[in-house]
């Protein structure tokens, strides 16, 4: 892994929600670093997005403190004000301003953080930092992941960029569920920072989804320590690109209870608009995740949803491609049964969908959808 | 069970898809029936909806024929002159015109229906027509379906109606992969049965919901043979209406894999749109559905779910009822977890959802998510 330079890490067990797991984590910036964040769309916003929101716009950054277990959403006055208190007290012990602290949460709705158990430990956790613990804020911010998630990369004049993001269920376009993090030791304006993660979230995170479910805590904050000059401004965008694009890939990946990550990729369609509305009805309906998960080539699912959208198409038009094989042409099967229950039965499934009316595409990644799925959500809070 | 005057029916197993099992239905009016339809809105429309969106504009109606197995949908020319050819056969050996038989079918998509086995059985099938048969038409129209789906009614004044129906998963609102039929021996024009028609759809399949996805084949057919003069035309709406309402609700209860029957009912939107866009997005998430499997008094979902409509509300002033029972008011629980999730156990589950925006309510109805669904849906085709 590469670690962007002026940032240290840090992340301890409060007990939050469940004793003896990783909760609490921070990230602390050396220099006078600067920020950009990325917010829920849902009207239900959680105490830290509230605040969040505020801090984004001081023209300094210096610390991100993320909390798993308890989500402090639908917590009123009392969460806004115990995510203040917290915040003021992490950002005494940093010897920071509080409007440079950036909060996120991630857990349980409805109730509030535990301040006498988060508190008394602030000092271990500030006293703790380090540059090579980001792994175990990765692991802090875990809620049903099954693993942590960090991706980096080095351009070739040698700046760096790291990403680490938590998300599992509750994935679906703007924002859900989803916290991630991308830092990077670039010298970069604030304004550039910021156009360029809306430009990064559109290609990334705004295209996947898992459940069609969203949160109240969704964040996204960009972080830059201001190092390092960027002389070649494209391969940083790249870069920067890439680590959102692995990110989102991740989440998806570790879907809750998936067994397979689906990229649908919507050709010829009329607008850009239409070729998403098919897009995420495809990635969202749960017949089509349900036979992609059985491996059943039942196409008919995927025709039936595209028509959901009520879009006008002439079925006999689609052409349908399954990890680069004709599979359905003329409302005719192209290749064997056989042939395409195998490639359904594999890990990364490829579904282009081709139409007719025109020249615009989207393309959405999302799992299949088990059994799995049920029983974790059916007993997460137990 | 009441069964209208003038009606007859039939069912036989043509071996389909499957050996052994009734896939073939009919209703016959011996009088010359009047008819009105409700057809699906998906722009892949199965050739029976093409066809009998055309049929029932004719004056006369005097039968419905329905197969099960295969939907006929994503079949092309072929697939239209498939269902033509049925039909016309059946015209014939009924003795009536091809143009007075609705037709419907429901199953597999992208599958030729098997005229080499269903023509020389229709002799049989309209030999067979009897008064009593409308349990066997009723479990030959069934697909995923646990329990064939009859109800009916006879008013004060003597009027009998009859309601059968399948449906099991892809409910949608706008008739996602459901057939309905509602016959009636009442005198009624065809405009009054119309309207009648979509008034009480608009109250009943129109507000269920079990997966979202919604249907190429969607059908609903009512028919009336015109023996008795209604007297009373309020009486008559009502028996109308419960009979669809009844239908709907038990196609709920037998949504795929199904423990729960779930109501949901929105309270002081700000508009009747509003009301809608709450409840449907409530009805449809698979994190509340999950934790209602589970009964797990999860009430985050619920606000993050109301929330991800991004339509603007103070989540503190939402109040939520479960059973009658008060349950969140102020972002607070007002009754033990003990006792909500003792009500969240039961097999019928209602949940009132109280803004203080507006007016406006609506109700909708779901059933709960369970691994059942998965199972079937995984492997519904083999």
């Keep these: 892994m590469y670690v962007p330079e002026g940032f240290l890490f840090s992340a301890i067990s409060c007990g939050i929600r469940k004793r ?13 670093g600067i920020a950009s964040g990325v917010f829920t769309k849902n009207t239900v916003k959680a105490a830290p997005v ?13 610390a991100i403190l993320v909390n798993s277990g308890i989500a402090n959403a639908c917590t009123g006055e009392e969460g806004l004000s115990r995510a203040e208190k917290l915040i003021e007290e992490c950002a005494k012990l940093l010897n920071i301003q509080p409007e440079e602290l950036l909060p996120a949460s991630t857990g349980v709705i409805g109730e509030q953080l535990p301040l006498e158990r988060i ?38 004049e040698g700046i760096t960029l790291l990403g680490i993001a938590k998300g599992a269920g509750m994935i679906a376009p703007h924002m859900a569920t989803m916290l991630a993090f991308v830092l990077t030791d670039a010298t970069i304006k604030k304004e550039d920072l ?64 998936a067994s397979k990550v689906i ?89 282009v969908i081709k139409l007719k009316s025109g020249k615009q595409s989207f393309e959405m990644w999302t799992c299949d959808l088990t059994e799995e799925y049920i029983k974790i959500n059916a007993s997460y809070r137990s």
């Design 20 to 32: 003896d797991r990783l909760d609490l984590g921070l990230i602390y910036c050396k220099t006078k």
């Design 194 to 257: 910021k156009s360029l993660l809306d430009k990064a979230v559109e290609k990334s995170f705004n295209c996947i989804t898992i459940d069609g479910d969203t949160s109240t805590n969704d964040t996204l904050y960009a972080m830059a320590s201001g190092i390092k000059n960027i002389e070649r401004w494209e391969e940083f965008v790249q870069a920067f690109m890439k680590i959102t694009k692995e990110l989102a890939y991740l989440i998806v990946k570790d879907g809750e209870g």
């Design 50 to 62: 509230i605040i969040g929101k505020k801090h984004i716009k001081n023209l300094i950054s210096r």
């Design 263 to 351: 990229r649908i990729i919507v050709k010829g369609a009329k607008t850009k608009e239409e070729a998403k509305r098919f897009a995420k009805a495809v990635a969202e309906s749960p017949l089509v995740k349900t036979a992609i998960y059985g491996a059943d080539p039942n196409w008919g699912r995927i025709f039936a949803t595209l028509g959901k959208t009520e879009i006008a198409f002439d079925p006999s038009e689609i052409e349908l491609y399954l990890n680069g094989l004709p599979w359905i042409k003329n409302l005719e099967p192209q290749n064997e049964e056989k042939t395409i229950k195998e490639q359904l039965t594999k890990r990364e499934i490829e579904l």
């Design 119 to 156: 508190l008394p430990k602030l000092p271990e956790l500030v006293k703790g930092l380090s540059e090579t613990k980001y792994d175990l804020f990765a692991q802090a911010i875990m809620t049903t992941d099954t693993f942590p998630k960090i991706v980096s990369k080095k351009t070739e």
